[in-house]
């Protein structure tokens, strides 16, 4: 399949066909409301679910296979804030406190796009590496500490250690890591007694939760005016920069055409979850309206609908396919 086959096939998939259904509903403002206590649900029982498949898979995967991509991983979580942060205060003129504040988020993950990413490569027939949710929690949590500490270090204030709590103790990493440790615990046929509820229903529960996303990022997007254009090509930018690098630091550790792409998705996305409650405590000064916007009004949207297929050609090509 070409550039533009993906492109199409990701475009018609149900889940982004929903969030696009999501924003429609927003905009024409419909009475479609999904409620809060089975948003909430729905958040549980994703990240829960590819904690358990991942540790699963983990639990047969020798440590000789893990050790490299793992090491590329926590490589991508120093250079991705760091890079981030340059570019707002160098180019975008941000102050520190701001800047900061949007790095946390472009350093960090985030979990939706990670699972938009491993399905797409299920609809691509593409094999993944079973490891991949161990990278997420790599990847997120010291992204976001790194961000927070260059804020703390020019400004000295902020309770570094309440946001780092914060981190840990926040639903994404305490869901993706126990969910892990126990499908690791449990094995591969654990998880087959569980198959029913968090394996054979978990494409249907990803379409509900991305309605909903759908229509709160459409929220967001009366905010494009107020964060500037330099916030919106950088929303845009950044990912493709930071995706080309977890694509080859991937292709580097000797991860496959999958494992790769879906590294450097995670790489190229911002996260709306785990960075935002860590910068609420951190730095309750920055403005939500750059942060919140541009990871889930502008990035997410182009790597759900334009960024995966292109991070997937960019893999291919790197392990010398057309």
């Not at 379409?207 to 009366?222: P, T």
């Not at 790769?260 to 979850?273: D, E, F, P, Q, R």
Request: glycine share 10%; aromatic share 8%.
């Amino acid at each position: 399949m070409d550039t533009l086959e993906l492109l199409r096939i990701n475009l018609l998939s149900p889940a982004v066909l929903a969030f696009a259904l999501g924003i429609t509903a927003t905009l024409v403002k419909s009475d479609l409301k999904i409620p809060d206590a089975l948003y909430t649900t729905l958040s549980i029982y994703l990240l829960l679910a590819i904690g358990l498949k991942g540790g699963a898979a983990l639990s047969t995967t020798p440590l000789a296979e893990l050790w490299k991509p793992a090491l590329a991983t926590l490589l991508l979580s120093v250079l991705t804030p760091l890079l981030s942060y340059a570019v707002l205060r160098r180019l975008g003129r941000f102050d520190v406190v701001n800047a900061a504040a949007i790095a946390a988020h472009y350093g960090s993950v985030s979990a939706v796009t990670f699972i938009a990413a491993t399905t797409f490569m299920q609809a691509a027939q593409q094999p993944v590496e079973g490891f991949m949710p161990t990278l997420v929690a790599i990847l997120e949590v010291p992204a976001i500490v790194i961000a927070l500490l260059i804020a703390r270090r020019s400004l000295g204030e902020g309770s570094l250690g309440e946001a780092v709590r914060e981190i840990f103790a926040g639903k994404s990493i305490l869901l993706l890591v126990g969910g892990s440790l126990m499908g690791f615990l449990a094995g591969p046929e654990g998880l087959k007694q569980i198959a029913p509820v968090f394996v054979d229903p978990f494409r249907g529960v990803l379409v509900l939760f991305l309605l909903e996303l759908g229509m709160v990022a459409a929220k967001r997007l009366r905010d494009l005016q107020k964060v500037g254009v330099f916030l919106i090509g950088f929303g845009i930018g950044m990912p493709l920069v930071q995706g080309f690098l977890g694509v080859w630091l991937g292709s580097l550790a000797g991860m496959s055409v999958g494992g790769a792409m879906v590294l450097g998705t995670m790489a190229a996305s911002a996260s709306y979850i785990a960075a935002p409650a860590a910068v609420r405590i951190a730095l309750p000064q920055a403005n939500p309206s750059y942060y919140l916007t541009a990871s889930l009004g502008v990035t997410f949207p182009f790597n759900l609908t334009l960024g995966i297929p292109l991070y997937f050609a960019l893999s291919r090509w790197l392990h010398g396919g057309s």
